[in-house]
């Protein structure tokens, strides 16, 4: 089955930039959308089609896609952005939706 | 406002059954696939199911096949989660969402709240 890796953890001190990994066999062909989550709340979209933001998630939140990585940055991070993030693209070859591994941000 | 809401969790003993309901609210419900997402106690995201507009077609992560069914009624803005033969595996917070509108490019843009299922004697 398809598998998308994200790293378990990463830190940042606020006011600077959080850069969060996702990786899959041939991912570049595929749509990437990411997720924020935070303790006891369900997920909410903040990135859609690998770049594009949801009305009302702020600027700092951007998207990238490039080769065999997609990436979700958060500029400027706030203690607010603290949260589990989770990477997903829809496999049609087993038409099965798949997460990534899930990253946990910690804001220093 | 488009609203999700879970309910029918709990606890149930291993081999036995639950059914959960999700009833949504604020949108065209027969204009939208609708899906069921899991999330184990402390572990990330899994994709359980998910069904077409009209329900014609169901789709089913590999670990639920045959055990789990998905069912929606639009005249009540409800979809449904069959669960037989459960397994202490399947204790997790059951998510319902609504998928995008664009097919090829599967997303989930709202959630429920969660509800907990807890499969165990």
């Known amino acids: 089955s398809y598998v998308l890796t994200q790293p378990p953890s990463v830190s940042v001190a606020p006011g600077k930039t959080a850069r969060i990994t996702c990786g899959g066999d041939?991912?570049?062909?595929?749509?990437v959308h990411w997720y924020q989550q935070k303790p006891g709340q369900a997920p909410l979209l903040v990135i859609y089609y690998d770049k594009d933001r949801p009305s009302g998630i702020p600027e700092r939140f951007s998207g990238s896609h490039s080769g065999n990585t997609a990436s979700l940055t958060i500029s400027r991070v706030e203690v607010g952005d603290e949260a589990d993030y989770y990477c997903q693209v829809w496999d049609f070859t087993t038409d099965h939706c798949v997460f990534g591994t899930g990253t946990k941000v910690t804001v220093l | 406002e488009v609203q999700l809401v879970e309910s029918g969790g709990g606890l149930v003993q291993p081999g036995g059954s639950l059914r959960l309901s999700c009833g949504a609210s604020g949108f065209t419900f027969g204009s939208y696939y609708m899906s069921w997402v899991r999330q184990t106690p402390g572990k990330g995201l899994e994709w359980v199911a998910d069904i077409k507009r009209d329900g014609s077609e169901m789709y089913y992560v590999d670990s639920v096949k045959g055990r789990f069914t998905i069912s929606r009624d639009n005249a009540k803005n409800l979809v449904y989660l069959q669960m037989s033969s459960l397994r202490a595996e399947d204790t997790a917070v059951y998510y319902c969402?609504?998928?995008?509108?664009?097919?090829?490019?599967?997303?989930?843009?709202?959630w429920g709240q969660g509800i907990l299922v807890t499969v165990s004697s």
């Open positions: 969402a609504r998928r995008g509108r664009d097919d090829y490019n599967p997303l989930f843009d709202y």
């Open positions: 041939n991912v570049g062909t595929k749509t």
